[in-house]
């Protein structure tokens, strides 16, 4: 299935909300203050978007909104921070390159970064009737397993996935894994963050346990939340977009043939997809988005033009990473197959 056209989207009468903008990089960076926090460098390389506020730590109690100067959302009272692993190839040689990003359909001259959803509903529902509620401050949330390495370990997650684009607008066939043959446009990584939370808890232990998938059926179907986790919120859903175009001459693959590809912590089967989250949206601004009948643009949300977006920056803090050029390990001394 291809991505349907902005103009044929908006044709259809929208009830409520699905909201999906760009968000440009902030910085490719060392750092994982979810998982790692205060760890400076943090094991492996991550790319990172939202609010520049963002550090090593990233306290729950740490005012977002306030402290940011700037976001590279679209949305600009969009303060959270969203990132994931960085995607490398690794040639015959055995040296390693950073792959490049790029933007999504409809978002031409945002640097790199990814594409961000807020859902009611299932991405083709286009009536988006369900009512759900918005993460408060101090929320977070992790989506995978880094060290997941079979298709029996990734599949306890739904709908972490690859697309190998024929073109921008091409989303199926989504696989689990890394696609074996060049990819004419890049690959897409997808990941869909689960929909149902225990009402309670900010954070838990893993960074997962809070939140839950419905009990039966799928967010996509409306099915229930278990009784465990009864508060239905919206769908958190990244799209990422690598320019693997540059990396298609075969003759540089490796001799027996398997894909090149190798997430930044070492992964080169693709199972060990994950990503990060941090709320930060400033006020009631997320809620009143998801209240709103805002399909794919948002009246009752300010925002802010590209040049704005891609202007808001972040130093790098783990300098001693050469992330640009052709490299014998990956940053952190990673290697494929770990």
Not at 130 to 135: G, L, Q
Not at 199 to 212: I, Q
């Amino acid at each position: 299935m291809k991505w349907l056209s902005f103009t044929s989207l908006a044709l259809v009468a929208p009830s409520y909300a699905l909201i999906r903008f760009p968000c440009a990089q902030l910085v490719v960076d060392r750092l994982d203050p979810l998982v790692n926090p205060g760890l400076v460098p943090s094991p492996h390389l991550h790319q990172i978007v939202g609010g520049n506020s963002f550090n090593a730590t990233m306290d729950p109690a740490k005012d977002m909104p306030g402290e940011s100067t700037c976001t590279t959302c679209q949305f600009s009272e969009d303060f959270s921070n969203y990132w994931t692993a960085v995607l490398y190839f690794k040639a015959r040689n055995g040296t390693y390159k950073r792959v490049p990003q790029y933007p999504n359909s409809g978002f031409d001259g945002v640097n790199a970064g990814m594409t961000i959803y807020y859902m009611q509903d299932g991405l083709y529902n286009f009536q988006q009737t369900s009512k759900v509620t918005a993460f408060k401050p101090g929320f977070r949330m992790y989506i995978g397993d880094v060290n997941a390495r079979s298709k029996e370990e990734i599949e306890r997650f739904r709908q972490l996935t690859y697309t190998c684009l024929q073109d921008v607008n091409t989303r199926d066939p989504q696989i689990l894994d890394f696609p074996k043959e060049p990819c004419p446009a890049g690959i897409m990584t997808a990941l869909r963050f689960p929909t149902c939370w225990d009402g309670k808890n900010l954070d838990s232990a893993d960074h997962m346990s809070h939140m839950a998938y419905p009990e039966s059926g799928t967010f996509e179907t409306g099915g229930p939340c278990p009784a465990s986790h009864p508060v239905r919120v919206g769908q958190l859903f990244y799209e990422v977009l690598w320019d693997t175009r540059q990396f298609n001459n075969k003759e540089e693959w490796p001799e027996d043939g398997s894909q090149p590809f190798v997430w930044s912590f070492g992964d080169s089967t693709g199972y060990g997809n994950h990503g990060d989250y941090l709320f930060g949206w400033q006020g009631d601004a997320l809620q009143r988005a998801l209240d709103s009948p805002c399909y794919i643009n948002c009246p009752t949300l300010k925002t802010q033009n590209v040049q704005a977006m891609n202007s808001c920056k972040k130093d790098r803090v783990v300098v001693q990473d050469n992330i640009d050029d052709w490299v014998d390990t990956l940053p952190g001394g990673m290697v494929a197959g770990m």
